[in-house]
C-alpha cells in the first residue's frame, strides 16, 4: 500500500478544507487508518483515526466536533473533512495506515505503531 495526501492550502479562520489521501494497492480496505499533524517545532500528533469498516473513528480532543473522518474503500480513499478552523490548525497533515494485525484501539494514537505514511499536505490558517 502506498498513500498519496493532498487538499491542504490557505484560508482563513472559520473556514473549512477537505483533505484527501490516495491509497493504492489490494489491501488497502483492511488497513485501519489515521491523520496526524505537525506543526512548526512541535512534535508530530494525532488528529483522527478511522478502523476498516468505519465503525470506530477516534478524534483528538483539540479536533473533536470540527473534523470529520471518512472513508470509501471502494476508491481507496480516507478524507479529513476540516470546519471551523483555527489558527493554531496549521501544519502538515499527514495520512497513514495502522500496522496490519495492530490492536486498533489500543493503538490508533500512536504514530509509531503506523508503518505506512504519505507525504504531507500543508494546512496554512489565517488569523
Known amino acids: 500500500v502506498q498513500l498519496q495526501a493532498c487538499g491542504g492550502g490557505l484560508v482563513q479562520a472559520g473556514g473549512s478544507l477537505r483533505l484527501s489521501c490516495a491509497g493504492s494497492g489490494r489491501t488497502f480496505s483492511n488497513r485501519n487508518m489515521g491523520w496526524f499533524r505537525q506543526a512548526p517545532g512541535k512534535e508530530r500528533e494525532f488528529v483522527a483515526s478511522i478502523n476498516w469498516s468505519s465503525l470506530n473513528p477516534y478524534y483528538a480532543d483539540s479536533v473533536q466536533g470540527r473534523f470529520t473522518i471518512s472513508r470509501d474503500n471502494a476508491k481507496n480513499m480516507v478524507y479529513l473533512q476540516m470546519d471551523s478552523l483555527k489558527p493554531e490548525d496549521t501544519a502538515v497533515y499527514y495520512c497513514?495506515?495502522?500496522?496490519?494485525?495492530?490492536?486498533?484501539?489500543?493503538?490508533?494514537?500512536?504514530?509509531?505503531?503506523?508503518?505506512?505514511w504519505g507525504q504531507g499536505t500543508l494546512v496554512t490558517v489565517s488569523s
Open positions: 497513514a495506515a495502522l500496522r496490519a494485525v495492530t490492536d486498533y484501539s489500543a493503538n490508533y494514537q500512536r504514530s509509531s505503531k503506523y508503518d505506512l
